[in-house]
């Protein structure tokens, strides 16, 4: 099974500021997926990669693939981004299944 | 609107009392999945269909049943709910295999059992 670290795992930081979050893996996978998990507990997708980066307004997310390393950053933090970060990678067991990491919650203050 | 629906979003229930949680999608997604939240552990698969008719276990499926006979809805069944089983669940669905296919999620049940 794909074993999943994500750091820090709660990060409190001031409107504004640059913002990373990191996700490693243990088993070479070909795509990598961000979520994001709304304080109401809503799920949504920010990001699916395999290689290189990909950048979505604020947000980017980076992976690399030799190192089995994912950064998210976040640009020009807003109270609006707070939310639980969550990094997700295939199982071993199969490209049907995922495996989670635990998350990370990110609190931005004003 | 494409979405993921699920009902009930709360449910508070007792020991042995069957229940289903309902999930639907309108996207005309393939791969359907459930899962379940619980914290320090995150989310772990409980079941999930690759298309209709086709189901198989996720890392945590004792104590639950699915059905696809439909194309647009994958029901979590609990036949004999325990207290263990109070969580937070999500169905999601993708156009193919989770680990290629962007997820899209419902909203959640927060499910308690006393």
């Known amino acids: 099974k794909n074993e999943v670290e994500q750091s820090p795992q709660n990060l409190t930081a001031q409107e504004g500021e640059f913002i990373t979050i990191n996700c490693s893996y243990s088993v070479g996978i070909s795509a990598l997926h961000w979520l994001q998990q709304h304080p109401g507990g809503g799920i949504v997708s920010l990001f699916m990669l395999s290689s290189g980066k990909k950048k979505h307004g604020r947000l980017i997310a980076t992976i690399n693939i030799q190192e089995k390393h994912s950064s998210l950053h976040i640009t020009a933090s807003h109270p609006r981004d707070s939310a639980v970060y969550i990094c997700?990678?295939?199982?071993?067991?199969?490209?049907?299944?995922?495996?989670f990491g635990q998350g990370t919650r990110l609190t931005i203050n004003p | 609107e494409a979405q993921v629906t699920q009902n009930p979003r709360y449910l508070i229930t007792v020991t042995g009392k069957k229940l289903t949680v309902t999930c639907s999608q309108n996207?005309?997604?393939?791969?359907m999945s459930w899962y379940r939240q619980d914290p320090g552990l995150g989310l772990r698969q409980i079941y999930y269909?690759?298309?209709?008719?086709?189901?198989d276990k996720g890392d945590v499926p004792e104590g639950y049943k699915v059905s696809r006979k439909e194309k647009r809805n994958f029901p979590l069944i609990l036949e004999s709910p325990s207290p263990n089983q109070t969580s937070l669940y999500f169905c999601a669905s993708s156009f193919g295999l989770a680990s290629y296919n962007e997820q899209f999620f419902g909203p959640g049940t927060r499910l308690t059992v006393l």
């Open positions: 997700a990678v295939p199982s071993t067991q199969g490209a049907q299944k995922l495996v």
């Open positions: 269909s690759m298309n209709v008719e086709v189901t």
């Open positions: 996207m005309n997604h393939e791969y």
